[in-house]
Nanobody, 121 residues
Framework: QLVESGGGLVQAGGSLRLSCEAS????????MGWFRQAPGRDREYVAS????????DYADSVRGRFTLSRYITNHTMYLQMNNLKPEDTAVYYC????????????????WGRGTQVTVSS
């Protein structure tokens, strides 16, 4: 089970930190990632991490502004989002999978319910 938190309303240029807490079969969570979905748009890749938390990958649209951190021992993952823009407005989802390419949604077999992030201009 994956549970996201930390979403909210923020002005452009502001920051938020999203959290994802994992429970259950966490040994299967080799790859973990963040995706987002804005109204009327497809789900979009944001960032991911392999089992070695030192490896992270980002979508071009967020690289340099967002930072993913993952703590294997307590089964948590965070997404620090800085310099937020109105186009970052979306529901953000945490996902976990047993391996594969982190930027591809089919890599993941567990998804959270999402947390809303709204950035006002």
């Amino acid at each position: 089970q994956l549970v996201e938190s930390g979403g909210g309303l923020v002005q452009a240029g502001g920051s938020l930190r999203l959290s994802c807490e994992a429970s259950g079969r966490t040994d299967d969570h080799y790859t973990m990632g963040w995706f987002r979905q804005a109204p009327g748009r497809d789900r979009e890749y944001v960032a991911s991490s392999g089992w070695s938390a030192a490896f992270t990958d980002y979508a071009d649209s967020v690289r340099g502004r967002f930072t993913l951190s993952r703590y294997i021992t307590n089964h948590t993952m965070y997404l620090q989002m800085n310099n937020l823009k109105p186009e970052d407005t979306a529901v953000y989802y945490c996902a976990a999978g047993q391996g594969g390419y982190g930027h591809i949604a089919t890599t993941y077999d567990s998804w959270g319910r999402g947390t809303q992030v709204t950035v006002s201009s």
